[in-house]
């Protein structure tokens, strides 16, 4: 018999290619007066497009990987300075964690205009480093009171980013699968992203503003971000969170350990092993996995985006003392054999 508790999130979503024409009236909504627009450098030309139209308090464009202390600070300084009644973030995950930092001490509510496939518009789950070290918490302030999903604002997304982020957004719905407060309606939410995001992502790798496909890969990261959202993550977030830490791209540091993530826990978690074969149609997960992302030409090796050979043992140790719950015992020795792996890029064994 099943037994189960499922929580839904009380997030609006407003999905459809051309929807972001709807932001003033979203925003208006909220009762926004003053809006502080929340976005990464290089986004300035489609900031100013999409929030042309808002009553515009401010604009923080300094948002960067890993929501560093210091920068989170100068931003939260400034919705207090402009006295904002809201948060606007447009971006990726780098650009969503920065309004959840601002709304974690002010509670100031934040509509997400996500424009990767991060799909942490769509949890309560914030972040923030300092000191080398990235701590993670959740909390029903950060979570979006509203989320616009236009499909067109990823047309400019470059393939290769596209790719790394949406397998990010895999690795959400790979962790839902064997959470250990999962339930029935979570992993058919997490298999059907899966499947979403696999079948898209080697089409937008070989035509980028194919619009068909960027639809179905922000439908499937939404699915990973609801997914991840209300279940635990487990031994993967961990790693990726603790090698944060060592100043790794986050979507890269996510793609290349998701395959000996799940090879760690294969023997652990039959039942989500074959959900996931199911949803990318191959015999074996983790070896499945890393051929998709072989197939997308992203990064396979930890050696390739920063890591120092040195520093495996010490990450091993950090993950393995604090470990989040995962379906198999983390253990130093084991864990350390994983990044190892990984550090090379060897495919998982079969």
């Not at 989040?324 to 990044?339: F, G, I, M, S």
Request: proline content about 7%.
């Amino acid at each position: 018999m099943r037994a189960f508790v499922y929580n839904g999130l009380p997030t609006r979503v407003v999905f459809g290619i051309g929807c972001v024409g709807n932001l003033p009236a979203e925003a208006e909504r909220l009762g926004a007066k003053r809006v502080l627009v929340v976005s990464t450098p290089g986004r300035a030309e489609m900031v100013r497009a999409v929030s042309s139209s808002l009553n515009v308090a401010g604009v923080f464009d300094k948002a960067v990987m890993h929501a560093p202390l210091e920068a989170v600070n100068e931003a939260r300084d400034l919705a207090n300075s402009v006295k904002a009644d809201c948060c606007v973030v447009i971006g990726g995950g780098s650009t969503i964690g920065f309004g959840k930092a601002i709304a974690l001490t002010s509670g100031l509510p934040i509509l997400a205009v996500p424009t990767t496939y991060s799909g942490s518009e769509m949890t309560n789950i914030w972040g923030l480093s300092e000191g080398g070290a990235k701590k993670t918490g959740r909390d029903p302030r950060v979570m979006p009171k509203t989320v616009i999903y236009d499909p067109g604002l990823t047309l400019e997304l470059p393939a290769a980013i596209s790719a790394a982020s949406g397998m990010n957004a895999i690795a959400h719905c790979v962790e839902a699968l064997y959470a250990h407060d999962g339930n029935p309606i979570i992993s058919l939410m997490a298999e059907e992203g899966i499947r979403a995001l696999a079948s898209a992502l080697p089409k937008i790798i070989s035509s980028p503003r194919d619009l068909e496909a960027r639809s179905s890969a922000l439908y499937g990261s939404w699915l990973a971000g609801a997914t991840i959202g209300t279940t635990s993550v487990a031994l993967h977030h961990k790693l990726c969170h603790v090698l944060g830490g060592f100043g790794l791209p986050h979507a890269q540091t996510h793609s290349i350990v998701l395959p000996h993530a799940v090879r760690y826990n294969r023997d652990a978690a039959p039942e989500a092993m074959a959900r996931i074969k199911q949803a990318i149609d191959a015999s074996d997960a983790p070896g499945g996995l890393h051929d998709l992302e072989k197939k997308l030409g992203i990064p396979m090796r930890l050696a390739d985006i920063g890591m120092k050979e040195m520093d495996l043992e010490r990450a091993a140790r950090i993950a393995s003392e604090a470990p989040y719950p995962n379906p198999r015992k983390v253990e130093y020795e084991p864990v350390l054999a994983l990044l190892r792996d990984a550090y090379r890029g060897l495919r998982p064994a079969a």
